[in-house]
């Protein structure tokens, strides 16, 4: 079946430095991908998608490229915020019929000022 | 805006005495969802609407029901809630079920659960 496998966190990181938290997975097809960011104490919101290989989802500062030779989309940030301090989810849907969403574990990110 | 409302943000109950939580959505969307988080985990689909049609996960509790009377609402109702059901519970909603795995899902700021 569809999985999801992200870096364990926490990862802890001071202002301006640099992010990568890793995402691989295994899907059949062509599925979707997204990262979420869950606030504390609050939903998840979408942060970025791509729907097709070499697809790079974009915002807020964040990217991620859909790798379908390496399965993976690693979100990155070139300089982090202290308010970007967050449990960030790795997702795919798959496609064709009922389209589920599969999360990863999530990835604690707390930046220090 | 368009959104996803959940109500109460935090409900406290006793063990055993039932419980509902409440999700509405002005997106007009087909498709309502329900997750249980626990704490550091990933969002675990309980069930879902598409439109009227329910469709439950193979390994959903009994003790968990749901109730979609219109589009705009979606109830979670726990028959006998025990310490374990504690969580956050999060509704969410996508236009579409579709079959091209587009349909992003659009959450609510979640209902926190706690069984005394």
């Known amino acids: 079946g569809d999985s999801v496998t992200q870096m364990e966190g926490p990862v802890t990181l001071s202002e301006e430095a640099f992010l990568t938290i890793n995402c691989t997975y295994t899907a059949t097809g062509y599925p979707s991908l997204f990262w979420y960011v869950q606030y504390p104490g609050e939903g998840l919101q979408l942060l970025l998608k791509?729907?097709?290989?070499?697809d790079k989802g974009s915002n807020k500062g964040f990217e991620a490229t859909y790798r379908k030779e390496t399965t993976s989309f690693h979100l990155e940030k070139g300089s982090v915020q202290v308010s970007d301090s967050a449990v960030y989810f790795c997702a795919l849907s798959s496609t064709g019929g009922y389209q589920k969403v599969t999360f990863g574990t999530g990835t604690k990110l707390q930046v220090i000022p | 805006d368009a959104m996803v409302i959940q109500n109460p943000r935090y409900q406290v109950t006793q063990f055993g005495k039932p419980v509902t939580l409440s999700c509405s959505q002005t997106?007009?969307?087909?498709?309502m969802y329900w997750y249980q988080q626990k704490s550091s985990q990933a969002p675990k689909l309980l069930f879902h609407y598409y439109d009227k049609d329910f469709n439950n996960e193979a390994d959903t509790p009994d003790n968990f029901q749901s109730r979609r009377p219109n589009t705009s609402f979606c109830f979670l109702d726990i028959r006998s809630p025990g310490l374990g059901d504690a969580a956050m519970y999060l509704c969410?909603?996508?236009?579409?079920?579709?079959?091209?795995?587009?349909?992003?899902?659009?959450f609510g700021p979640g209902t926190r659960l706690t069984v005394l």
């Open positions: 791509a729907t097709k290989a070499d």
């Open positions: 997106l007009n969307h087909n498709v």
């Open positions: 969410a909603t996508s236009r579409d079920r579709g079959t091209s795995g587009r349909n992003e899902q659009f």
